[in-house]
């Protein structure tokens, strides 16, 4: 229980300080942060709640990459559904705070919650997909190479949320930089709309890519001769 509880506070770190930096102090906020400001803050929350809580449930906040994890070899199948219960939970409590907050405010607030999604007239579904798919891969190869039993250094969380940074100053334009099925989730419910009604990629498409990457690893490929 201490495992999965880590999960969801790891999961609420990530999306309340990411998906904040959109609603209050990124794009139509009060100040405005911009896609790197917004990269970062996503890049710090994971690296907070790695170190915070990756001696726990090896921190990892996202479906995609317990699937991974899980098709590499690295955790039993018996504990991979309560990992993602987990992850959704703290996901959706994020948002929910989020969500309290800023329907505060004077005039109330009209806009999303940081949801994820993409502009039909720039970038298609299937733009929108395969971006999905390889921010994913390339995360949790990352993971995977860093975290490896034999090469794993001090510096591994610091590793991957630099790599998350890196994803979404080049991905933000496109679909607001998913990887992660919980992170869109919780913010899709409160934002409604267009963002429910593309949700099914931001969980597909991660899932797909974390789930070669974990196939991949599964060859050997990160481990030393």
């Known amino acids: 229980m201490k495992t999965y509880l880590a ?58 990459v317990t699937l991974g994890v899980f098709l590499a070899g690295r955790m039993p199948a018996r504990e991979v559904v309560p990992y993602w219960i987990a992850q959704i939970i703290g996901a959706i409590i994020a948002s929910l705070a989020l969500w309290i907050i800023v329907t505060g ?35 949790f190869t990352v993971i995977l190479g860093v975290t490896n039993a034999k090469n794993m250094t001090a510096f591994a969380g610091l590793m991957i949320g630099l790599t998350l940074a890196g994803l979404h100053f080049a991905m933000v334009p496109v679909t607001g930089t998913s990887v992660n099925p919980a992170r869109s ?18 969980i597909v498409a991660p899932l797909i890519g974390g789930a070669i990457a974990g196939i991949v690893a599964k060859t050997g490929i990160f481990e030393k001769d």
């Open 7 to 64: 999960e969801v506070l790891g999961t609420f770190l990530l999306v309340f300080i990411g998906t904040a930096s959109v609603v209050t102090g990124g794009f139509g906020g009060a100040l405005p942060l911009g896609q790197e400001g917004i990269g970062l803050a996503f890049g710090i929350g994971l690296i907070a709640a790695a170190y915070a809580i990756g001696p726990i449930s090896g921190a990892h906040l996202n479906p995609a």
């Open 105 to 139: 405010q004077a005039g109330g607030h009209t806009g999303g919650f940081g949801a994820n999604g993409w502009d039909e007239a720039k970038w298609g579904m299937n733009s929108a997909f395969l971006w999905e798919l390889i921010g994913t891969f390339t995360l």
């Open 185 to 202: 989730i919780g913010p899709a419910l409160f934002s409604g709309g267009a963002a429910l009604g593309q949700l099914w990629l931001f």
